[in-house]
């Protein structure tokens, strides 16, 4: 297959479907950008991103018969990837709370600059800055962290989220508003805890 032509997507689906071994290695190079972007983006802690996605082709091949056609194919295994990463984070135990000596030396530099002035931080604090929120986000439920991570991280529309998902769009809005309250009184306790 030459680099101009498309991806015949439908002949290849045929041809794995007829247990064609090199129809089913093009399908996963063919599929492997979009299913290591939703891994990356929503990576459980302890799990290798390769693992993740290695699982979520698995889940696609055994259940590749239940594939009816109704929806765009990477839209069906974009569905097992972000199942398939939200059931890894349910299964993860639940950290404790977070207390200021388990921040990095520049998470609380970050953090004491943002409660001291609400100004922009310096450029070197981004990499802590950005930590402390994933810090953060790790101590929502995995459906909150998912809507979040899209919402504000990845830029989604609420349509997007709700057809990546399978929520409705109110439930995503809802999750969005709660996951967002959430995070500002994780935030708050720990400004509390540094006063303290």
């Known amino acids: 297959m030459s680099d101009d032509q498309p991806f015949d997507l439908a002949g290849c689906l045929a041809r794995v479907r007829s247990r064609d071994q090199d129809a089913a290695r093009q399908l996963v190079d063919h599929l492997f950008p979009l299913v290591i972007r939703i891994v990356?983006?929503?990576l459980p802690r302890r799990v290798q991103e390769e693992d993740l996605a290695q699982e979520v082709f698995l889940k696609m091949f055994t259940r590749l018969e239940q594939y009816q056609g109704a929806v765009p194919?990477?839209?069906?295994?974009?569905?097992?990837?972000?199942?398939t990463c939200i059931d890894h984070l349910r299964a993860q135990k639940r950290r404790p709370e977070y207390r200021w000596?388990?921040?990095?030396?520049?998470?609380a530099d970050v953090l004491e600059a943002i409660t001291a002035d609400e100004s922009a931080?310096?450029?070197?604090?981004?990499?802590?800055?950005?930590?402390?929120?994933?810090?953060?986000?790790?101590?929502?439920?995995?459906?909150?962290?998912?809507?979040?991570r899209l919402l504000d991280l990845e830029q989604?529309?609420?349509a997007e989220i709700s057809e990546q998902t399978g929520w409705n769009q109110s439930l995503v809005k809802v999750r969005a508003f709660r996951a967002r309250r959430k995070l500002q009184k994780?935030?708050?306790?720990?400004?509390?805890k540094e006063g303290s």
């Open 40 to 42: 990356r983006s929503h």
């Open 101 to 107: 000596a388990d921040l990095s030396e520049n998470e």
């Open 186 to 192: 994780l935030f708050a306790e720990l400004k509390k």
């Open 73 to 83: 194919f990477p839209h069906w295994v974009s569905r097992i990837a972000v199942t």
């Open 121 to 148: 931080s310096a450029p070197d604090d981004t990499l802590a800055a950005h930590e402390l929120v994933h810090r953060l986000l790790g101590e929502l439920k995995p459906d909150d962290q998912l809507v979040i």
């Open 156 to 158: 989604k529309t609420i």
